[in-house]
């Protein structure tokens, strides 16, 4: 935060400087006993100014005080200063009394701030009298971390308005901020205490054998007579045959592309990542997890008939990819995580040794490959389209969707190909996530307008190409994420 000089001279100070040296020099030139008596009147009301402001500034404590309150219905008054934990891109408001202990300096205050960046603290308008102004203490930051505060700086006007200045107070401010990633994890370990739901079968928005309708066209050699719509022959006067949903059981696959510029940015796409493998356990979606880098696969995990399994394996990994510590998860959260999974959670937190990222689960594709080789991401997730198999060797249907996690570093072009023929020849949904805000942790002005650019023409060229997307807060994003699911897969 830049610096602000103790003492400014406001503009009816600076005036009534520039007035008091014109009557000086007037005083000299005319020696007139008038101009004289107003020329002392006019240095007097300064001085007397100067004076009062000079008294509040070296001992503030005796005229101005600065106290939480926590109930703003009871008026309940707590002299300690504030100190509280929440996650990284939550906000926490608290409100402040601002007391005059002599005099009534608070009617003149216009703004209080303090040393840390991301606290700010408004007046309440409306609701201040002479010696009482009320303030909301509005907390935010992108960054995990520890911010500490202590003492405010109260900016002020004279009595007669010719200098503002800034009296500091003693406040206490202390706020631990979490990354995101650990509510997501402790998310995930509830998920694995409770146990996940059934997996089962559901119409697709795709054409296949089924029993729902999807849709009209015109009949093509080789099309089952038992599927000709009469009514719509008639209207149409041309052969015209009926679709159905092609029914599956409800399946994706969660990829991760493991790259990011920032730390922020790295949490918010694990957090991303885990919270969506919360959401399609806690509903019974069966899913399969990929995790990869500069488009090399660093961990996978095939599609099986057990959630829980793949929320572990991404749980594992999202700790990983996010350098979580266990002194980065809120141990007053922990306490409400049943033990056996909080000790399993914990020995993830610890056992940094795993290099999960740098081992390949083999699934019923991978069985079926004998050399080991460089495995590209989109090449893979083509076959498992092509050619997926269960753990025991049977075939069975594909993935529906593929739910693709990604900052979008390098060129988006290979993404944009691989999602045109996912969707175009498999019938595959194909969704991009990206909640990060480069931006946000770019290191001067610049740099954050050719983040910002480079971001949007990302968006751009997805909406272009028709490619769904999703864009925000990661927690907001995986709620979302579930609309790429017919409904009846969530029933």
Not at 78 to 107: E, F, M, P
Request: proline letters at 4%.
């Amino acid at each position: 935060m830049k610096k602000k000089r103790a003492i400014i001279p406001t503009r009816n100070g600076r005036a009534s400087v520039a007035i008091s040296i014109a009557l000086a020099i007037a005083t000299i030139l005319f020696r007139d006993p008038i101009i004289a008596t107003v020329l002392i009147v006019a240095l007097s009301l300064v001085l007397a100014e100067l004076i009062w402001v000079l008294l509040i500034m070296n001992h503030p404590s005796r005229w101005l005080s600065i106290e939480n309150v926590e109930d703003q219905r009871k008026s309940t008054k707590v002299s300690a200063g504030i100190s509280k934990s929440l996650y990284a891109d939550r906000a926490i408001t608290d409100q402040l009394l601002l007391s005059s202990n002599r005099g009534s300096i608070t009617k003149r205050v216009f703004s209080v701030t303090t040393e840390v960046d991301f606290l700010k603290l408004e007046i309440q308008k409306g609701v201040q009298d002479a010696q009482k102004l009320r303030l909301d203490a509005r907390f935010l930051s992108p960054f995990a971390g520890r911010y500490i505060a202590k003492e405010v700086k109260v900016w002020t006007l004279g009595p007669l308005s010719l200098f503002e200045f800034a009296a500091t107070i003693p406040a206490s401010f202390s706020y631990k901020v979490y990354p995101r990633i650990s509510e997501a994890a402790l998310t995930s370990a509830r998920i694995l205490s409770k146990g996940g739901r059934g997996v089962g079968e559901a119409a697709i928005d795709f054409p296949g054998p089924g029993t729902e309708f999807h849709d009209l066209r015109n009949y093509q050699s080789g099309d089952d007579f038992r599927q000709i719509n009469w009514k719509a022959t008639a209207r149409r006067g041309k052969l015209m045959v009926v679709e159905r949903a092609r029914e599956v059981g409800a399946s994706c696959m969660l990829v991760l592309e493991a790259s990011a510029m920032y730390h922020s940015d790295r949490d918010r796409l694990a957090s991303s990542f885990l919270q969506i493998a919360n959401v399609l356990s806690r509903e019974g979606i069966r899913f399969g997890v990929m995790v990869h880098q500069k488009g090399m696969v660093k961990s996978l995990k095939g599609i099986n008939d057990k959630p829980n399994d793949a929320l572990e394996f991404a749980l594992r990994n999202a700790i990983e990819f996010a350098h979580l510590k266990e002194d980065e998860v809120p141990g007053e959260l922990l306490t409400a995580v049943a033990s056996p999974t909080l000790k399993k959670l914990r020995d993830m937190l610890r056992s940094r040794d795993l290099d999960v990222l740098s081992k390949i689960e083999e699934s019923g594709y991978f069985s079926t490959v004998n050399a080991p080789r460089e495995l590209e991401a989109f090449q893979i997730l083509e076959d498992l389209l092509r050619y997926d198999r269960d753990e025991s060797g049977n075939p069975r249907p594909p993935p529906t969707s593929i739910l693709y996690v990604s900052g979008i570093l390098g060129s988006i072009t290979p993404l944009i190909e691989f999602a045109s023929k996912a969707r175009r020849n498999y019938a595959c949904e194909f969704v991009v996530i990206n909640p990060t805000r480069p931006w946000v942790s770019a290191r001067d002005e610049q740099s954050a307008i050719s983040a910002y650019k480079a971001y949007s023409k990302n968006l751009h060229a997805l909406l272009s190409a028709q490619i769904e997307y999703r864009v925000g807060d990661p927690f907001n994003v995986s709620e979302s994420v579930l609309s790429s699911f017919p409904s009846q897969q969530l029933s």
